[in-house]
């Protein structure tokens, strides 16, 4: 499509051999033409209509009597419109379009009626859902992206691809899985998918799985925990519905914990290996190898042992596996513990709910962690 990029009238492009003059300027990124921010550019407004439902409504109005048709799109920028125009004029880039491009296009699209750009946006996040729901056990989730892209697919009134995304997040929200299962939700995600899934809870005929397996009232809303994630939403707002969805996970965890587990077994590290077990029989956010076992081992020159914990020291919130040493002596030249250091080695992305270390799902957190760490729950005698 021909256009111009102008920031003064007197610089609209002039007819040539082989095309009209353009008729129709669009100003982009301020509805207020005395604004330094805003950006014009030259469009044949038949070609543009015909891109557009809403384009074709305002110029089949009548407006002021002038040589020149004027529309203004003051929500987009001269960045987002070139984008947005590209993947509609060429079919090698649509082709090309990214989940990341369809969320931050998307809604322009729906709201000024570019069908055809709405309609790519869904394919390529129905894609990249579907492709997540393949890889998961693979790659590391971009939980607060998918969230993004389900609020997307709701304003966007993507029929679809809002099916699909819901219904990944229900799955989620009614799975016990260790490492992407509902504990993985951190309250702010909680708070903002709360609205969706009132919206979900009250049209159901919207909501259908990744794999096409419609969901009733009952196992929508009912996970394994057995307690009733529609009535929490009838009742609660949205902060304090992702409280008491944490919490009450979390406590059905913690009983599960106290009741059945003695110990962890560490292994597929090659470094850390062995058995853990809690420092405090009170306390069950830090595991240690038991009295008397040091597991003490060489890392980047450095003599270190090895403890499981929940980490909270920096921008990570979640379970570590946690090399610790000191870097100065005492007067007796043993290790002077004032100076002691933790440095995390591997984490598991999203378990900040978790009360116990995951089993599976640690990735390195240090470019000298090697292997692939996995944990066993040991079980008390009495229940073995």
């Known amino acids: 499509m021909e256009s111009e990029t102008n920031h003064d009238d007197s610089d ?8 009209s003059r353009p008729d129709l300027k669009v100003i982009l990124g301020s509805s207020n033409s005395n604004e ?20 074709d409504a305002m110029l089949s109005t009548p407006m002021k009597e002038k040589d020149d048709l004027t529309i203004s799109f003051p929500d987009i920028t001269i960045g987002v419109w070139e984008r947005m125009m590209l993947f509609l004029d060429s079919p090698i880039v649509a082709r090309q379009m990214k989940a990341r491009d369809a969320s931050e296009l998307a809604v322009f699209y729906d709201k000024y009626e570019f069908d055809e750009g709405r309609k790519l946006c869904e394919v390529v996040i129905i894609e990249y859902m579907k492709l997540t729901n393949r890889m998961e056990k693979k790659n590391t989730l971009d939980l ?20 699909v995304s819901m219904g990944y997040i229900w799955e989620k929200l009614r799975s016990s899985d260790i490492r992407y299962g509902r504990l ?3 309250e702010e995600n909680l708070k903002k998918l709360s609205p969706l899934l009132k919206y979900s809870v009250n049209n159901r005929g919207r909501i259908w799985g990744p794999y096409g397996i419609q969901f009733t009232e009952n196992n929508l809303i009912t996970g394994s925990s057995g307690w009733d ?42 470094v850390a ?34 403890v499981v914990k929940y980490w909270t020291d920096d ?31 591997w984490t598991v992305p999203y378990s900040q709910n978790h009360k116990w270390p995951p089993r599976r799902g640690w990735v390195p957190a240090d470019q000298l962690a090697r292997g692939d760490p996995k944990i066993e729950y040991i079980l008390h005698e009495k229940i073995v």
């Open 12 to 19: 609209r492009p002039t007819k040539t051999l082989r095309s």
């Open 36 to 55: 330094k921010n805003e950006c014009i550019q030259w469009y044949h407004s038949q070609t543009l209509a015909s891109k557009s439902k809403y384009i």
């Open 144 to 163: 607060d992206f998918i969230i993004e892209l389900v609020d997307v697919t709701h304003r966007a009134n993507m029929e679809e691809a809002f099916k």
């Open 184 to 186: 993985m939700f951190t």
């Open 229 to 270: 994630g529609k009535d929490d939403l009838v009742h609660f707002d949205d902060e304090q519905f992702a409280k008491v969805h944490i919490a009450r996970s979390q406590k059905q965890a913690e009983t599960l914990l106290r009741q059945c587990i003695s110990h962890i077994e560490l292994s597929g590290t090659s």
């Open 273 to 306: 290996d062995g058995g853990y077990e809690c420092e405090v029989d009170i306390c069950w956010d830090e595991y240690a190898p038991p009295h008397g076992d040091r597991r003490e081992c060489t890392w980047n020159g450095q003599l270190v042992n090895f």
């Open 315 to 345: 921008d990570f919130a979640g379970w570590a596996i946690v090399r610790k040493y000191c870097t100065g002596l005492d007067e007796d030249g043993n290790p002077d513990w004032d100076t002691e250091v933790e440095l995390k080695c």
